[in-house]
């Protein structure tokens, strides 16, 4: 949506409202990069410094990064979201693996009840990709697909409240599946997920669930070696 100018008095606050609003409907998504500061003064018409100071309240409130020298990011969707993810990068593996515990087996079982055609083809496409990279042993690959299989699991919930948590999360559980990859003992078989992609298929919401629990429990062993 386009940003409209800003007229009135309290103009920080107003600034930060429109930002708000830019990242509450989505159309800028966590990862994504926001408008320069220049760019963004020219289009709320008011002044650099009043931009700066609603960047930097927002970038507080844990919604957005500013990295020096690339620009500033979208962190969080929420300020919730920012506490969660700020909490995390500050939590042991084990502790991020139980966090996705949570999610992940709920996530599975409300997949398997409530995916749709579009869903299991994005869950295919993944798992495809996955088992390539995997035998491949390009490990960077194998995060990427990875984490696009377990994304397209929570998608196919349809639970709104669940995929944002997940996405407020998402870059945790990334660096999580890149630990555990690249941390992998030798000669290890690595984790199937195909009896959570059949389970899915199959409308079979309690063997989804015990194959969830399954792979994450065996990660958390894994971690705690």
Do not use: K
Not at 63 to 73: D, H, P
């Amino acid at each position: 949506m386009p940003l409209a100018s800003t007229r009135r008095t309290g103009l920080v606050d107003q600034v930060i409202s429109q930002l708000r609003t830019q990242i509450d409907s989505g159309e800028w998504a966590v990862g994504d990069r926001i408008p320069t500061e220049s760019e963004l003064s020219e289009q709320l018409e008011v002044g650099r410094n009043t931009v700066r100071e609603a960047v930097r309240a927002l970038s507080h409130a844990g919604l957005l990064e500013i990295r020096q020298g690339a620009g500033t990011f979208v962190r969080a969707s929420s300020e919730l979201g920012g506490a969660l993810r700020r909490r995390l990068e500050r939590s042991q593996l084990r502790e991020n693996l139980e966090v996705r515990r949570a999610l992940e087996v709920e996530a599975a079982r409300l997949a398997a009840l409530q995916h749709t055609t579009d869903d299991l083809a994005d869950i295919e496409r993944a798992l495809s990709l996955r088992d390539e990279a995997w035998r491949e042993q390009n490990m960077g690959a194998f995060v990427e697909a990875d984490f696009a299989f377990h994304r397209a699991v929570v998608n196919a919930t349809h639970n709104t409240l669940l995929t944002e948590l997940y996405d407020d999360i998402a870059q945790v559980v990334y660096e999580s599946i890149a630990h555990t990859a690249y941390e992998q003992p030798p000669n290890h078989e690595g984790i199937d997920h195909s009896g959570l992609a059949q389970a899915i298929r199959d409308s079979a919401p309690e063997r989804a669930l015990r194959e969830a629990a399954c792979y994450l429990d065996e990660l958390l062993a894994l971690a705690a070696e």
